[in-house]
């Protein structure tokens, strides 16, 4: 759900006798809705090799730098290195051949009533750090107030439990400030949970340690990992924790087989794949059509000592595009924002510079089952009808459609369309230029923070030129780029929305009214809507399967009736390239896409002929 990406979980699973109605009913996993697919004492998960080897090396490549190991305020102070969950925990842990479905980790089992309104977590009483003290009912309190008072998207995220509780040593309760939110229970088990004692405690040099600041001190953790080595903002190695108590557990039976997970950090997209080519990192996800086009024609492929495998993306959808930000007043009307899509060459693009290779967005879903299309019925009728004065009436008569410019008299017929709907809108056009009735000529800044923006950007800025538009390009570093979006101080610029099939509270955070002003939001178009927030509401509140993907439909087809954004391109695979020293198992996980390193092993006979990573 979150960023980089938040499952939600929980539900049902152990039957109460009729002595014990009136006690807590304690579950070891559940899926949101519906009933989980493991049962009480299952060995592992399907989809894991429970005999995969253990040790060997992974080196992973990645762009940027880093200069933090503090999680409880990324995003807000400095850049936290990569690679900083493995060395925690959280309460449970999702199972990567369900949609929506986890099983306790930290947490042995887990309780809540029929009303959603609190949830109880017993930790397991072998649950240690890695100094050895227990973890307690006091980390997780700790964990929650500092990330909930610290980071905004926390705080947002957590924004509907009102207190954490300890009831023993190994349980804790949070309670919420309403019924009846399935997902509130589920968030809860997604919490990360720190180390009170080291974070109260004191540095090796007499420090007194602050979890509001940035710190290169390695964390105490309780993972399959720690720090084992760093050179700041240039690279970071996690080795694997030998007596780590929970190696056993049925949840990670399979799984942390690698003995060391390096990232080595590079500054350039371009040296990045170049690494890669010189046998620098192992494996890498490539993003770029172009360069799994023709990027790899190198001697280590065609001899088979470089492998490209692709694997389905059938648990995240996304919304990846150009997003207006509605604070500025240019882009308040829908019509003009109409007319920037209709002037949008996706299929120049598509065809020039992206191998042909990708399809349109045309869902804030897309890749998903819960994404709409055609005209609305059934629950998804009824649901649109619930709000109807609250939202654009063309949802009822009209299916979304983004417009196609494959041929010179359809992108001069879109021009043509956008001119109008700039003239009603306001937007003369004189002497070449586009102006209000008061002399405002439009212009539009997009920003961005890699040098390839430029390749899809400069393409857009020609057409938005015909027709009157001033466009000027920005490309900043990473640092100058978070500050300013995270201050909304943009016209237009890129951005990406991931979703799960079982989406949830993160709505709000993505497009509700009460994030729109908040400096370090997701909803970063500035969107206050009341027929979104009614839909949101919705979707959140859905007591079964069958009404939440009928509210998602609904509220996906509202926000693209909006014209919010211009809708950029997918693939629906994950493109992977490795050097050939690695294996996965036969049966992949459903929803796991690659899942890399988390259930691949290092092997022996491939890296022989391969030769070792160095």
Not at 358 to 375: C, K, T, V, W
């Amino acid at each position: 759900m979150i960023r980089t990406l938040l499952l939600s979980f929980l539900a049902a699973c152990l039957t109460l006798t009729p002595l014990a109605a009136q006690e807590a009913q304690w579950r070891h996993g559940a899926a949101l809705l519906g009933e989980p697919k493991y049962q009480p004492g299952f060995k592992h998960f399907d989809y894991v090799n429970p005999n995969a080897p253990r040790g060997g090396l992974v080196r992973l490549g990645a762009q940027g730098t880093f200069d933090s190991f503090n999680i409880v305020v990324a995003g807000v102070k400095g850049t936290p290195a990569l690679g900083i969950p493995l060395i925690y925990e959280s309460l449970a842990t999702p199972s990567l051949d369900e949609a929506s479905a986890a099983y306790g980790l930290l947490a042995e089992s887990f309780s809540y009533p029929e009303d959603f309104s609190s949830v109880t977590f017993r930790l397991r009483p072998e649950a240690r750090w890695h100094d050895g003290q227990p973890i307690i009912a006091e980390d997780a309190i700790f964990s929650f107030e500092v990330l909930k008072a610290n980071s905004p998207l926390y705080a947002s995220y957590y924004a509907n439990v009102v207190k954490a509780e300890k009831i023993a040593d190994r349980e804790v309760k949070f309670t919420f400030d309403q019924k009846g939110n399935r997902e509130l229970p589920q968030i809860m088990g997604q919490l990360t949970i720190l180390p009170k004692h080291w974070w109260e405690g004191t540095a090796p040099d007499g420090r007194k340690r602050d979890v509001t600041q940035t710190t290169l001190e390695p964390p105490l953790g309780s993972g399959p990992y720690r720090i084992k080595s760093f050179e700041a903002g240039r690279t970071v190695s996690y080795e694997r924790v030998k007596d780590y108590w929970g190696a056993g557990l049925n949840v990670n039976v399979g799984q942390n087989n690698f003995d060391e997970i390096r990232f080595e950090y590079y500054r350039d997209a371009t040296v990045l794949l170049e690494a890669f080519k010189g046998d620098r990192t192992d494996f890498r996800t490539e993003n770029i059509a172009r360069n799994w086009a023709t990027g790899y024609d190198f001697p280590a492929r065609q001899e088979g000592r470089v492998v490209l495998e692709e694997f389905p993306q059938r648990a995240n959808g996304v919304m990846q595009a150009f997003v207006f930000n509605l604070r500025r007043d240019k882009f308040k009307d829908e019509r003009v924002r109409r007319a920037f899509n209709l002037a949008f060459p996706f299929e120049e693009l598509n065809k020039a510079i992206f191998s042909g290779q990708y399809e349109r967005i045309a869902s804030y879903f897309q890749g998903l089952d819960i994404a709409s299309s055609g005209l609305p019925e059934g629950q998804e009728l009824a649901i649109l009808e619930s709000v109807r004065d609250k939202v654009p009436q063309e949802v009822f008569t009209t299916p979304y459609k983004n417009p196609v410019n494959d041929t010179p008299d359809a992108v001069r017929n879109n021009l043509r369309e956008a001119d109008r709907l700039l003239r009603e809108a306001g937007w003369e056009a004189k002497g070449g230029r586009r102006v209000s009735a008061k002399g405002e000529v439009f212009s539009v800044e997009f920003l961005g923070s890699s040098p390839t923006d430029e390749r899809y950007v400069l393409p857009y800025k020609n057409v938005l030129n015909r027709l009157g538009i001033e466009v000027n390009v920005r490309i900043v570093d990473d640092a100058q780029y978070i500050n300013r979006t995270r201050s909304f101080d943009f016209d237009m610029t890129t951005n990406l929305w991931p979703q799960t099939l079982s989406p949830g509270n993160e709505q709000r955070e993505f497009w509700g009214s009460q994030t729109a002003k908040r400096e370090g939001s997701q909803n970063i178009a500035g969107i206050t809507d009341p027929g979104i927030d009614a839909l949101i509401d919705k979707v959140i509140f859905a007591k079964d399967r069958d009404e939440l993907v009928a509210a998602t439909k609904a509220l996906d087809r509202v926000l693209l009736a909006h014209n919010y954004v211009v809708p950029h391109w997918t693939y629906g695979k994950q493109r992977t390239a490795r050097w050939n020293r690695y294996s996965h198992p036969e049966n992949m996980p459903r929803y796991g896409g690659a899942a890399f390193p988390t259930i691949w092993w290092y092997d022996e006979a491939k890296a022989a002929k391969t030769g070792a990573p160095r």
